[in-house]
């Protein structure tokens, strides 16, 4: 009886922080501009109200009586782990002041419309307090939930358990000592002509056209929807309602199409999570509060750059689907066959903007920004200073100038919300899905049906081994489970490698 019924009190949580993704959902959307302030007060009031009745009294007394009740079952059992994620997240919680979630939540929800003003009028200085005040709530987080070595660490274990700047280290290192030769050798290399993306694709087709592809590998519209938006994202209200968004360049076609493609990579995380599981801790961050399945946030976007990236900018992918792309838009792809579209969508251009960065690059824009963050955490940088460390970062990684500050320390969403400590998350995402993917491969039934454009193998075995787990297992454990070790940049670099090699004739 006690472990039903705190069944039931976490069903509650969840359904809070549902609500909450729903007015998160409506104010990216189709909110208007003047609803920002008093929507930040009712999103604030739902996380607080979220996280009281996760710490109650009542909760408490609940989660000793269900621990009481399935003390006999086996320690990995589903029963004790939900036990064991509740008696952390409250242990968690309980170390953090109500009054500062409010002032982060309300501080997220209001900074991300002035963030919105000041990047596009290009005016760092009227976000720079947003940012100021963003920094030191994070660090009075850090100092709540405690670390060991840097405070950085606190903040990441929200979105990564685990990870800390001492582990990145190697695992960036190893990155670089892979990737940076590549990168060279491609930069003496005559880039693919790209010129036929570069002009005005009618942006309902390319919506059209998407969505299909986001069908056609596994995202389920039956319980979920494409809108547009500023900066795209996907949000869930449990598995039975997965929602995706995405923004349609009139004159860079692929932005639609993989932004697309990314965000159903994220939506079916949730959508194939184990339906028993729904409004319950498993699927549900109770330490983040949001009402995510995924494991970690690495997890998840080793799910949304598998399915963008590893299938659907393969040349695979495009030997057998390229025809409906051109029925979709026969004059604009007058005289383009698939082999010059697949070069095309994977040439190798450094550039400013993290979020159109092509694969070989993307780590880069990471590494650049966990450094800078770590040191805005720790004092070390301060934010009048972040625009130019910023600049110097980006000449140093990828040798580009940056001439205005939207394109550069103004660019990303993340600090306007609060969200301090995710960057990291996006390449553990990019390692997981090579080594995912590698592993995924072996099974012939996988392999056969990507030879066939038959994606519901390759979704199925996702499934068995990551969605429908949710969050019972850390991400290590995942990882152990469906490739034998734990994570490995090898698979990836050995990707990346044979990919470009083949691209560029090297």
């Known amino acids: 009886m006690g472990y039903n019924a705190l069944l039931e009190r976490m069903g509650a949580v969840n359904d809070l922080l549902c609500a909450g993704s729903m007015l998160s959902w409506d104010a990216r959307t189709m909110m208007p501009p003047g609803g920002a302030d008093t929507r930040a007060k009712q999103m604030a009031t739902l996380k ?7 710490v109650a009294d009542e909760t408490r007394r609940l989660l000793d009586a269900a621990e009481a009740e399935t003390a006999n079952l086996p320690e990995d059992s589903v029963e004790r782990t939900i036990c064991t994620q509740v008696r952390e997240a409250i242990d968690y919680h ?20 002035i963030w919105a003003k000041a990047r596009a009028e290009d005016d760092f200085a009227a976000f720079a307090p947003v940012l100021e005040a963003t920094l030191e709530l994070n660090r009075e987080m ?3 939930i405690g670390y060991e070595e840097h405070p950085y660490d606190a903040l990441m274990y929200r979105f990564e358990p685990g990870e800390t700047v001492a582990s990145l280290r190697p695992l960036f290192a190893a990155l670089r000592a892979g990737l940076l030769p590549l990168l060279r050798a491609i930069g003496e290399k005559e880039p693919p002509r790209v010129d036929f993306l570069e002009r005005p694709f009618p942006a309902d087709k390319q919506l059209e056209f998407a969505l299909n592809m986001a069908r056609k590998l596994g995202y389920d519209t039956n319980r979920g929807r494409l809108d547009l938006t500023v900066h795209p994202f996907e949000i869930s209200f449990t598995r039975n309602d997965v929602r995706i968004t995405t923004r349609v360049n009139g004159e860079w076609m692929p932005k639609g199409l993989f932004g697309t493609l990314h965000e159903a990579g994220h939506a079916m ?18 330490i983040g509060l949001y009402a995510v399945g995924g494991v970690s946030f690495g997890a998840h976007e080793s799910q949304s750059r598998l399915f963008e990236n590893q299938v659907g900018r393969s040349r695979e992918f495009w030997e057998l689907n390229y025809g409906e792309l051109r029925d979709a838009f026969p004059e604009e792809l007058a005289g383009i066959d698939a082999e010059t579209f697949w070069r095309a969508i994977n040439r190798v251009r450094p550039g400013l903007i993290r979020v159109e960065s092509d694969e070989l690059t993307y780590d ?98 996702m499934t068995e081994h990551v969605h429908r787990h949710g969050r019972r297992y850390t991400r290590e454990q995942l990882l152990e489970r469906a490739t034998g070790r734990g994570l490995d940049p090898v698979p990836y670099v050995e990707y990346l490698t044979a990919k470009y090699s083949a691209i560029y004739d090297l």
């Open 364 to 461: 880069f824009h990471i590494m650049l920004r966990v450094d800078i963050e770590a040191a805005l955490i720790d004092g070390s940088l301060k934010v009048a200073d972040l625009p130019e460390a910023w600049n110097a970062k980006m000449k140093e990684y990828l040798g580009l100038e940056v001439p205005s500050d939207r394109l550069g320390a103004l660019q990303d969403v993340h600090w306007s919300s609060g969200q301090v400590g995710t960057f990291c998350n996006y390449t553990i995402g990019n390692v997981m899905a090579g080594q995912l993917f590698a592993k995924a491969k072996t099974d012939d039934r996988v392999s056969r049906g990507l030879a066939a454009a038959d994606y519901v193998p390759l979704r199925e075995w």
């Open 142 to 144: 850090a100092e709540c």
């Open 48 to 54: 607080v109200f979220a996280r009281n009745h996760l």
């Open 269 to 286: 995380y949730e959508q194939y999570c184990d339906p028993a599981y729904t409004r319950t801790p498993l699927a549900t961050d109770l």
């Open 94 to 113: 309980l170390r953090i002041p109500a009054e500062l979630v409010q002032r982060r939540a309300e501080m997220g929800s209001k900074g991300q419309h």
